[in-house]
């Protein structure tokens, strides 16, 4: 199982990032996948996470409305697009595979930074 996430960077206070994560070496559309964070001397965060169908979708609170996750089954990646970024939400973000009730796999995060 490998999980390649991309698209963080550096963005100023209310700007937007997409981030995508190519997952390969397992059957990509029969998991659920999400979205973990960690900010500096914090723990990790759930961000977002989705059925493998697409149809249930989770997010924490402190990125509703700001955040949408999605997935393209047939291409095998996970996409996260935030909007209105804030400087909380300056954080290591990890693409995760469910397995079950758990998560089994974690890829090796992208730094997204929200900074004037």
């Known amino acids: 199982v490998q999980l390649q996430a991309s698209g963080g960077g550096l963005v100023q206070p209310g700007g937007s990032l997409r981030l995508s994560c190519a997952a390969s070496g397992f059957a990509f559309e029969n998991y659920a996948m999400g979205w973990f964070r960690q900010a500096p001397g914090k723990g990790r965060e759930g961000v977002s996470c989705?059925?493998?169908?697409?149809?249930?979708?989770y997010y924490a609170d402190s990125v509703k409305g700001r955040f949408t996750i999605s997935r393209d089954n047939a291409e095998n990646m996970l996409y996260l697009q935030m909007n209105d970024l804030k400087p909380e939400d300056t954080a290591l973000y990890y693409c995760?595979?469910?397995?079950?009730?758990?998560?089994?796999?974690w890829g090796q995060g992208t730094q997204v930074t929200v900074s004037s």
């Open positions: 995760v595979k469910g397995g079950g009730s758990v998560i089994d796999y």
């Open positions: 989705m059925r493998s169908s697409g149809d249930s979708t």
